[in-house]
């Protein structure tokens, strides 16, 4: 497989002028959120040139505002992960990360282990700017007949949700398969790709309103502290404290636990006794490979995995949209539409 190069920094200025993006100077509420004048970054070598129309949030948005113990953001920094915008005409979105493509883990094609490995939005300046530069081979043509905003709440949850699911969880055709927080951005493409598999999907959500919503996409759906189901083959989780031990007494005998978040707290309660007995299986996950993006997204283009937006907002309301996620409102993505040459 060939590997792409990492792209360089996306702070370096250039001497086409200014453009306008939301940057977080200092980690706190959505107040940080400003849009500020800043140097338009140049396309290099293989670089394109986006104009942004949209960007879809994510939990990660959250924690860069807000700032994590122990881990430097690096501000100040531009947020967005997952961006939409116009190439030379063409609606396009961009992969949403990249390793150091040097490494030994690059070459062997597992970009998403190396030790330099880099999100747009959180290890480098994202997508909350009216333009943004990118290397060609991250750009990624929007299907035809799909909108904009419903493209940009795709590519991190489904890359995230993909490798998850298919790779470290190795999910079979017909298994039965828990999917907490399934109201999420990432939990709503857990739930269709496991039901792309002929599986026996369960999820859990906070509302009647999000679990009658999970129930018309085929799953069973359940409150958080009334899980009736056991004996699960895989359970995905990105919750964090308030669910691990429900997820962990819904596993089968060698069942296995797949996280990749926890956006309730990360210590968690473990039952040595209980993980060697029933032999299960307790996996760690972050985002995705490339050629897993490749893959993914040829499911969207196929009309195999859906977008679920839950609301559009302008992006100079970028921290109404963060409170939107932290209140725990959002069924699927909240999306922000570029109109930032508008704000001042």
Excluded at 6 to 21: I, L, T, W, Y
Excluded at 170 to 180: A, D, K
């Amino acid at each position: 497989m060939k590997v792409a190069p990492r792209p360089p920094a996306r702070d370096r200025n250039g001497s086409e002028g200014r453009v306008k993006a939301v940057v977080i100077v200092e980690h706190g509420g959505p107040e940080v959120l400003r849009v500020a004048d800043v140097a338009e970054p140049v396309p290099g070598s293989g670089e394109l040139r986006v104009g942004v129309t949209h960007v879809g949030l994510n939990h990660l948005d959250v924690w860069v505002r807000r700032g994590v113990p122990g881990h430097d953001f690096h501000l100040p920094r531009v947020p967005g992960s997952d961006v939409a915008g116009v190439v030379d005409g063409q609606a396009v979105v961009l992969h949403p990360s990249w390793g150091c493509g040097t490494c030994e883990s690059c070459l062997a094609g597992r970009q998403n282990r190396c030790r330099h490995f880099s999100i747009r939005g959180e290890s480098a300046d994202g997508g909350c700017a009216e333009r943004v530069v990118a290397p060609a081979w991250q750009v990624l043509p929007i299907p035809a007949g799909m909108d904009a905003a419903a493209a940009a709440s795709l590519p991190l949850a489904l890359l995230t949700a993909w490798h998850m699911l298919l790779t470290r969880a190795r999910l079979q055709m017909g298994e039965r398969v828990l999917v907490q927080a399934g109201g999420s951005g990432v939990g709503v493409i857990a739930v269709q790709l496991a039901k792309s598999l002929g599986c026996d999907v369960h999820a859990t959500a906070s509302t009647p309103e999000k679990r009658a919503r999970l129930e018309g996409m085929g799953a069973t759906a359940w409150p958080y502290d009334a899980v009736g189901v056991r004996d699960v083959d895989v359970v995905f989780d990105t919750v964090g404290r308030d669910t691990w031990s429900i997820s962990m007494r819904a596993l089968r005998w060698g069942g296995r636990l797949v996280c990749c978040g926890a956006t309730s707290g990360a210590d968690v309660p473990l039952n040595l006794r209980a993980l060697f007995f029933k032999q299960i299986e307790v996996l760690g996950s972050t985002m995705g490979t490339s050629a897993e993006m490749i893959a993914a997204w040829r499911t969207v283009t196929a009309g195999e995995i859906k977008p679920i937006v839950h609301v559009v907002l302008p992006m100079s309301r970028l921290g109404d949209a963060h409170a939107l996620l932290e209140r725990r409102e959002v069924f699927g993505k909240v999306v922000v539409h570029q109109d930032l040459f508008h704000a001042h």
